[in-house]
Every structure is written in structure tokens, then in C-alpha cells.
């Protein structure tokens, strides 16, 4: 009992007083098998700082590069010229639309004051100013139409175009930072501008049929002149927006390398408002002038959804063959143009 209580004792010393305890095998550091040389012998007890014995020599698999097939890797590059291949791309990345529609909600309402106001305010105040000043001041008059429902459905239609052309032209520059990270058919950002003219329309359109009931309560009279030819209305909106389309592949290629393009746009637009016969009928040009109103692109569209609506469009042969012959050039064109620049304008988002 006397020598297990001296043991006992010992083995109770203080920390100063035990004696260095050895290293144990496993806190020394693995080598890992890949760090073996290829074709060596390497043993599993080896690895764990201990004697080999022969029956567990194993030898070590070649060492080979990593195939990003293995890895479920995927190379993704502009692809390879073809407007067959590029157009499957365009489909194959569809989901793209939605975060492109994000993105161009958040512009608008994005640091700002007003937030959601300015969905509607852009719309709201030159409706009441050109009502105003055209159908009071300048006493701009329709036949058997009031002048602000008339302008309710016109500049609606102007909105759809020039919105869409403009931000559609800037689509590039307005989503570089994402479009310089990875590749996306830059068609998907073009086309997913569209998405703040369509809402906007689409509140226009309610307060045209606002003010047609509002019309109705106090006046007792429907000015809407509904029938067949207003099934054409929607090939004809459209008509409007793949014109705006076609407009900004001229161009968008060039938005991101000069704010020239985002300034002259907005004159360009500014011009053509005027020559487009959204703040008067076309029968109150002179006749002299009104072949120069047909061979606008954008009159036989507009004219059309005023005659499947109100009644009072006038639609030439002139003004569609016009529309059709612009889009054929301004399609093939912006194509061959967009396409091309698209490797190599890439430096520049």
C-alpha cells in the first residue's frame, strides 16, 4: 500500500516538477499524398509518422491537370458569329429579362425623394401642360373629340416610342457594370428597356378610359369609335415598339464610349415629337405638306390606333410603305452593326 500511495503521490506533482512529456506521433504534420512524387511508393502508416511496412506499400495515381469537364466547369464567351447561334443564346438566356426589368425599375425610383411618384409624374405633367396650352391657348381643336382625350391617346403612343428608343440606346451604358463582369447577348438589356414604356402606356391608357367615363357622366356622350378596325391597334403598338428597337441598334453600341449619344438623342426625339402628328390631326396639315408626314415611320402606326380608337385616323398607302421600307433598313442594318461591335466595343463598358 505503501509504494501505490508513493506512485499516487508522484503522479500528483506539479507542472514544474513532471518531466517533458514526449511529441506525440499524430500532432506531427501529414504529408499529403498528392505532394508525393508521381510513381513512388507512399504508405499509409508513413503518412501518419511511422514505419512502413512492406504490406501496405501502395503506389501513388499519376498526377493529371484539371479538366473543367470534372468539374462541372463551363466556358462562357461571346459566341461565334451567326445570328442563328446568337439568337439561341438570346433564348437559352431568357431568365436575364427579369433581373434586366429590375434594374430599370430601380432607376427610376432609386434615390429619390419622390420614390413611385416618378412613374406617373413624367406622364401626368406634360399631359396637363400640352392640353393647356395647345387645346386652350393655341386652341387646337378635334373633330367630334375633346382635345385632352385626343392627347391622352397620342401621347401615349409618343411615350411608348421615345421611351423606348432612349433607354433602349442607353441600355448598354446603363447596365455596363454588369455586362463587363459577364456575357450576355446585349440584345437582353436592349429589349428589356421596353418595360417602363409598356407600364407607363398602361397607365395612360387607364386615364383615357377614365376620362372617356368621366365624359360619359357629364356629358352623356361615348367618344370611343369601337369596331373592326380596332383589332388593329395591337400590331400596330407593336409596329412602334420594334421600330424603337431597331432605331437604338444603331446606336447603343456607341452610348458607353460618349454621353454624345444620350445628349443628341434627346434632341433628335425633341424634333421629331413635333414632326409627328401626336399634338394635331394630320387632316390640319396643308396638303401640300401631308406627303411629308407619311414618310415619317412612326405616322402609320399612330394613325392607325387613332382610327381604331377615336375615328379620325387617316392611314395612306404611302405612310405603311414608308413604316415597312425604314424598318427593313433600320433592322438589317442595326443587326450587321450591333453584332459586330460586340466583341469589340467590350473594352468600353
Known amino acids: 500500500m505503501a509504494k501505490r500511495g508513493a506512485a499516487t503521490g508522484a503522479g500528483r506533482q506539479g507542472p514544474s516538477d513532471a518531466k517533458p512529456r514526449r511529441r506525440r506521433r499524430g500532432n506531427r504534420p501529414r504529408t499529403p499524398p498528392s505532394a508525393a512524387p508521381q510513381d513512388q511508393p507512399v504508405s499509409r502508416a508513413a503518412s501518419r509518422g511511422g514505419v512502413t511496412p512492406r504490406s501496405e506499400l501502395v503506389t501513388a495515381p499519376k498526377a493529371h491537370p484539371p479538366s473543367t469537364a470534372s468539374h462541372g466547369l463551363r466556358v462562357v464567351e461571346p459566341p461565334t458569329h451567326g445570328l442563328g447561334q446568337y439568337f439561341a443564346n438570346i433564348w437559352w438566356l431568357r431568365p436575364a429579362y427579369g433581373y434586366f426589368v429590375a434594374r430599370y425599375l430601380r432607376k427610376r425610383y432609386g434615390r429619390t425623394f419622390l420614390g413611385y411618384l416618378w412613374f406617373l409624374l413624367p406622364y401626368l405633367i406634360p399631359l396637363f401642360l400640352g392640353t393647356l396650352v395647345f387645346g386652350g391657348i393655341l386652341g387646337v381643336s378635334i373633330p367630334g373629340v375633346p382635345y385632352f382625350l385626343y392627347y391622352a391617346v397620342t401621347l401615349g403612343l409618343w411615350n411608348l416610342f421615345s421611351q423606348t428608343a432612349y433607354l433602349s440606346t442607353r441600355s448598354l451604358e446603363i447596365n455596363r457594370s454588369d ?8 440584345l437582353v438589356p436592349l429589349m428589356s428597356a421596353v418595360t417602363l414604356p409598356t407600364l407607363a402606356f398602361i397607365f395612360q391608357v387607364l386615364m383615357a378610359l377614365g376620362t372617356v367615363g368621366f365624359y360619359v357622366l357629364t356629358r352623356g356622350e361615348f367618344y370611343l369609335k369601337l369596331g373592326p378596325k380596332t383589332l388593329l391597334v395591337i400590331p400596330a403598338l407593336a409596329m412602334i415598339v420594334v421600330f424603337a428597337w431597331a432605331l437604338a441598334l444603331w446606336f447603343s453600341t ?21 414632326l409627328t402628328p401626336i399634338l394635331y390631326p394630320i387632316s390640319q396639315i396643308p396638303s401640300s405638306y401631308r406627303f411629308l408626314a407619311s414618310l415619317n415611320p412612326i405616322t402609320a402606326p399612330v394613325e392607325i390606333v387613332k382610327e381604331g380608337v377615336l375615328g379620325i385616323g387617316h392611314v395612306t398607302a404611302l405612310g405603311l410603305a414608308a413604316y415597312f421600307g425604314w424598318l427593313v433598313v433600320a433592322t438589317v442594318g442595326g443587326l450587321l452593326i450591333f453584332v459586330s461591335r460586340e466583341r469589340r466595343d467590350v473594352a468600353f463598358y
Do not use: K, N, T
Open 179 to 186: 455586362v463587363r463582369r459577364l456575357y450576355v447577348p446585349r
Open 254 to 274: 456607341l452610348a458607353p464610349r460618349a454621353r454624345d449619344v444620350r445628349r443628341l438623342s434627346q434632341y433628335v426625339l425633341g424634333v421629331w415629337y413635333f
